[in-house]
């Protein structure tokens, strides 16, 4: 009889468990997450986010027999002279050793990243089985911060020593992870519960009472909606859509410019950020739901709203290359300019490129057949192979 094998996980998040309490399991992480808590392969969870306070403590809570949350410090100010970067490593680790020492003997101890940014901190830490899953371009997402644009290849060259499965999520990506001792494409899921909920048409948000029809959605974060979206098509495509409304989920307060005016517009509703599963019912009670990146990137990380938009029926118009376009390639439109959008918009008017139900029940099936679960099973399978001792 064969037994099966049961892990720990160190997760290291980059966004704090309470944005989870408050918004659900949201952003890929925050998906992975919630897969690995429901994971009977998975005996606990170490839930390490660091802090953006000084100190020299870290702060514990005990949110289930199964999950620990550890806020970790950032550790001592100005941390962009080498030194003390070197020493606020040296006492996250050791602050986070103390805290996970009850298990650092383990050898089916995994440690989980979904940025570059948290990985030094296992320098000081017992070599454990790595997994990094890379959703974005490092150079792409810290292209407005100096400071950690010049730690990119530091970073990238202890990866490369530490880490042992590499995943990224945008066939794109897989350039930064060449050198990787094994990397491999993994595209984004849903989980049951989403797919559930998906597949019934729920109440119309209170939110969108007063917004018009025709309705466009755009759903996005604080990062994302102020530097990855192409603010000029979007408001160059309302002037000629002037009955349309824009409905933007995730606004965030601090803004930049370019959002700042393009939310100032009169046919623009915005939203702040929406429980996850809530996402549902803003998407169900739009009309077309669009992912209009800036299109001089081709290493944005595949975006999850793409499948969270296709669960749901509707419409999606991306100017971004789909990494699976050959299996739902029927069911978005990729555009490169404010009028190819805005012309699609009118097709949408006349009933044209509605995904019917016989549609939806195949893009069901094909969503189906890998979710969370199974991404989370397929990446286990892997570490059972090389598994540090």
Same mark, same amino acid.
């Given at each position: 009889?064969?037994?099966?094998?049961?892990?720990?996980?160190?997760?290291?998040?980059?966004?704090?468990?309470?944005?989870?309490?408050?918004?659900?399991?949201?952003? !890929?992480?925050? %998906?992975?997450?919630?897969?690995?808590?429901?994971?009977?392969?998975?005996?606990?969870?170490?839930?390490?986010?660091?802090?953006?306070?000084?100190?020299?403590?870290?702060?514990?809570?005990?949110?289930?027999?199964?999950?620990?949350?550890?806020?970790?410090?950032?550790?001592?100010?100005?941390?962009?002279?080498?030194?003390?970067?070197?020493?606020?490593?040296?006492?996250?680790?050791?602050?986070?050793?103390?805290?996970?020492?009850?298990?650092?003997?383990?050898?089916?101890?995994?440690?989980?990243?979904?940025?570059?940014? #948290? &990985?030094?901190?296992?320098?000081? $830490?017992? #070599?454990? !089985?790595?997994?990094?899953?890379?959703?974005?371009? /490092?150079?792409?997402?810290?292209?407005?911060?100096?400071?950690?644009?010049? $730690?990119?290849?530091?970073?990238?060259?202890?990866?490369?020593?530490?880490?042992?499965?590499?995943?990224?999520?945008?066939?794109?990506?897989?350039?930064?992870?060449?050198?990787?001792?094994?990397?491999?494409?993994?595209?984004?899921?849903?989980?049951?519960?989403?797919?559930?909920?998906?597949?019934?048409?729920?109440?119309?948000?209170? +939110?969108?009472?007063?917004?018009?029809?025709?309705?466009? @959605? *755009?759903?996005?974060?604080?990062?994302?909606?102020?530097?990855?979206?192409?603010?000029?098509?979007?408001?160059?495509?309302?002037? *000629?859509?002037?009955?349309?409304?824009?409905?933007?989920?995730?606004?965030?307060?601090?803004?930049?410019?370019?959002?700042?005016?393009?939310?100032?517009?009169?046919?623009?509703?915005?939203?702040?950020?929406?429980?996850?599963?809530?996402?549902?019912?803003?998407?169900?009670?739009?009309?077309?739901?669009?992912? #209009?990146?800036?299109?001089?990137?081709?290493?944005?990380? +595949? #975006?999850?709203?793409?499948?969270?938009?296709?669960?749901?029926?509707?419409?999606? &118009?991306? !100017?971004?290359?789909?990494?699976?376009?050959?299996?739902?390639?029927?069911?978005?439109?990729?555009?490169? %300019?404010?009028?190819?959008?805005?012309? @699609?918009?009118?097709?949408?008017?006349?009933?044209?490129?509605?995904?019917?139900?016989?549609?939806?029940?195949?893009?069901?099936?094909?969503?189906?057949?890998?979710?969370?679960?199974?991404?989370?099973?397929?990446?286990?399978?892997? &570490?059972? !192979? /090389?598994?540090?001792?």
């Amino acid at each position: 009889m064969t037994i099966e094998k049961k892990y720990q996980v160190v997760f290291f998040s980059s966004l704090p468990y309470a944005d989870i309490e408050k918004h659900g399991f949201r952003k !890929t992480s925050g %998906s992975m997450l919630k897969e690995i808590l429901a994971s009977n392969k998975i005996e606990k969870v170490f839930f390490v986010y660091i802090e953006r306070r000084w100190s020299l403590r870290t702060r514990v809570r005990k949110v289930s027999d199964k999950l620990t949350v550890i806020n970790v410090p950032v550790g001592l100010p100005f941390e962009r002279f080498y030194p003390i970067r070197k020493i606020n490593r040296l006492i996250q680790s050791s602050l986070l050793r103390h805290q996970i020492a009850d298990v650092l003997k383990n050898s089916n101890l995994l440690y989980w990243f979904y940025d570059w940014l #948290p &990985v030094e901190i296992i320098q000081h $830490l017992p #070599p454990k !089985t790595t997994i990094m899953e890379v959703t974005d371009s /490092i150079d792409n997402y810290y292209e407005t911060n100096a400071y950690i644009s010049k $730690l990119i290849p530091q970073l990238r060259d202890f990866a490369r020593e530490r880490v042992d499965l590499a995943y990224s999520v945008n066939i794109n990506l897989m350039e930064e992870l060449k050198d990787f001792s094994h990397s491999k494409h993994l595209r984004n899921s849903l989980d049951d519960e989403w797919m559930r909920k998906a597949s019934n048409i729920g109440e119309e948000p209170g +939110e969108l009472n007063d917004v018009a029809r025709p309705r466009m @959605l *755009l759903i996005g974060s604080e990062w994302s909606l102020n530097h990855r979206i192409d603010h000029k098509l979007l408001a160059d495509s309302l002037k *000629l859509l002037p009955e349309w409304s824009l409905i933007i989920i995730g606004c965030p307060e601090n803004k930049s410019v370019e959002m700042e005016s393009l939310c100032s517009l009169a046919n623009v509703k915005t939203i702040g950020l929406v429980s996850k599963i809530k996402l549902i019912d803003y998407i169900q009670h739009s009309d077309v739901c669009v992912i #209009p990146y800036r299109m001089e990137s081709k290493k944005w990380g +595949e #975006p999850l709203k793409f499948y969270e938009y296709l669960s749901c029926g509707k419409p999606i &118009v991306t !100017t971004f290359e789909i990494n699976n376009g050959n299996v739902f390639s029927s069911y978005f439109h990729k555009i490169s %300019s404010a009028s190819e959008l805005s012309g @699609l918009c009118r097709e949408y008017e006349k009933g044209a490129h509605i995904i019917e139900k016989e549609a939806r029940e195949r893009i069901t099936g094909l969503l189906g057949s890998f979710t969370w679960k199974d991404r989370l099973n397929g990446i286990l399978n892997e &570490v059972d !192979t /090389i598994c540090h001792p």
